[in-house]
């Protein structure tokens, strides 16, 4: 049977799952899509051939709707979805800090719910979709929500009470890595290197390190030590780390976007 997906406000990461959608064999032809803009909307028809509806419409024609829009505007969304949402449509929810049972709430009684957290790299096919299943979501609906984003990325099912650390973790994770990597890139202009050169030169160490971690099974510490020789350079700029407490201000700042991610969840920002 042919499924039909509507991306309900196609923003920065909905327009990443539906680039990466389609890239992953999905037709144009099955994907609608919805926006507050209509330039953006002829925007998105040009670039995917999707078709632009109204959240109405997308209720009514879809038999999955991806909600990704903020978490602040999600509660006016519902309240426009509900009058036109039956309870055998699935609703997936890609907002930081919604909570599966705020959009229970607001739908028909029984609408299967399931909350996912992606992450940008979706856009490459490196993302990593979090998910968790709503109290009416059957665990067809869990696979029907991995098949849609593990076509871009990894998955994992975690518990929903789990969702909020790892909206710290993974979803906002890019984003520490592109910070870490412009400090270093100021760092190597301080070192007296051309810009273009450090970022380049930064930008391959993480690749190497990423690929490194993921695949050669060894522990974050070995690999480290693997690199720090004896009263060498990595040793020096390590101290430096701890002497200004990167790592507990790591540990700080995933802790403020999990509380942010809570705070998120009443909807209200
Ligand atoms: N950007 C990211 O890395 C990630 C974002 N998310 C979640 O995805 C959601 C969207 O985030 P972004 O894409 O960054 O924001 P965004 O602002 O780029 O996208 C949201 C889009 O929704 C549209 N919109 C708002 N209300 C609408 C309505 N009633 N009907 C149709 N369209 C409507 C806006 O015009 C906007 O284009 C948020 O809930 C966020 O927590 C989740 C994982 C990662
Ligand atoms: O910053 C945010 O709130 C969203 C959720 C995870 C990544 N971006």
Same mark, same amino acid.
């Given at each position: 049977?042919?499924?039909?997906?509507?991306?309900?406000?196609?923003?920065?990461?909905?327009?990443?799952?539906?680039?990466?959608?389609?890239?992953?064999?999905?037709?144009?032809?099955?994907?609608?899509?919805?926006?507050?803009?209509? =330039?953006?909307?002829?925007?998105?028809?040009?670039?995917?051939?999707?078709?632009?509806?109204?959240?109405?419409?997308?209720?009514?024609?879809?038999?999955?709707?991806?909600?990704?829009?903020?978490?602040?505007?999600?509660?006016?969304?519902? =309240?426009?979805?509900?009058?036109?949402?039956?309870?055998?449509?699935?609703?997936?929810?890609?907002?930081?800090?919604?909570?599966? @049972?705020?959009?229970?709430?607001?739908?028909?009684?029984?609408?299967?719910?399931?909350?996912?957290? *992606?992450?940008?790299?979706?856009?490459?096919?490196?993302?990593?979709?979090?998910?968790?299943?709503?109290?009416?979501?059957?665990?067809?609906?869990?696979?029907?929500?991995?098949?849609?984003?593990?076509?871009?990325?990894?998955?994992?099912?975690? *518990?929903?009470?789990?969702?909020?650390? @790892?909206?710290?973790?993974?979803?906002?994770? *890019?984003?520490?890595?592109?910070?870490?990597?412009?400090?270093?890139?100021?760092?190597?202009?301080?070192?007296?290197?051309?810009?273009?050169? @450090?970022?380049?030169?930064?930008?391959?160490?993480?690749?190497?390190?990423?690929?490194?971690?993921? =695949?050669?099974?060894?522990?974050?510490?070995?690999?480290?030590?693997?690199?720090?020789? *004896?009263?060498?350079?990595?040793?020096?700029?390590?101290?430096?780390?701890?002497?200004?407490?990167?790592?507990?201000?790591?540990?700080?700042?995933?802790?403020? @976007?999990?509380?942010?991610?809570?705070?998120?969840?009443?909807?209200?920002?």
């Amino acid at each position: 049977m042919t499924q039909t997906v509507a991306v309900l406000g196609t923003g920065k990461i909905g327009e990443a799952l539906l680039s990466g959608m389609i890239r992953a064999g999905w037709r144009s032809a099955d994907l609608l899509v919805t926006t507050r803009r209509s =330039d953006r909307a002829e925007e998105l028809r040009n670039r995917y051939g999707v078709e632009p509806v109204t959240n109405a419409e997308a209720a009514k024609r879809a038999d999955t709707l991806i909600l990704a829009v903020k978490p602040q505007d999600m509660g006016k969304l519902l =309240d426009e979805l509900a009058p036109h949402t039956a309870s055998d449509r699935l609703v997936v929810s890609a907002a930081a800090g919604i909570t599966t @049972a705020f959009i229970e709430e607001r739908l028909a009684a029984g609408t299967p719910v399931v909350r996912v957290m *992606p992450n940008t790299p979706v856009l490459v096919d490196e993302g990593m979709s979090v998910i968790s299943a709503g109290s009416h979501a059957t665990p067809a609906h869990v696979a029907h929500t991995e098949e849609i984003f593990g076509g871009v990325g990894k998955t994992l099912r975690v *518990p929903e009470s789990q969702q909020d650390a @790892a909206t710290a973790l993974s979803g906002s994770g *890019p984003a520490y890595f592109y910070f870490l990597v412009e400090a270093m890139t100021d760092a190597g202009i301080l070192l007296g290197l051309p810009r273009a050169q @450090a970022h380049d030169l930064i930008v391959q160490a993480a690749i190497g390190a990423a690929v490194m971690l993921r =695949d050669s099974g060894e522990h974050p510490v070995k690999l480290r030590e693997a690199v720090t020789s *004896p009263a060498g350079t990595t040793i020096s700029a390590i101290r430096e780390l701890e002497n200004h407490g990167v790592r507990a201000a790591l540990i700080a700042a995933l802790e403020a @976007a999990r509380d942010r991610s809570r705070a998120l969840a009443s909807g209200n920002g």
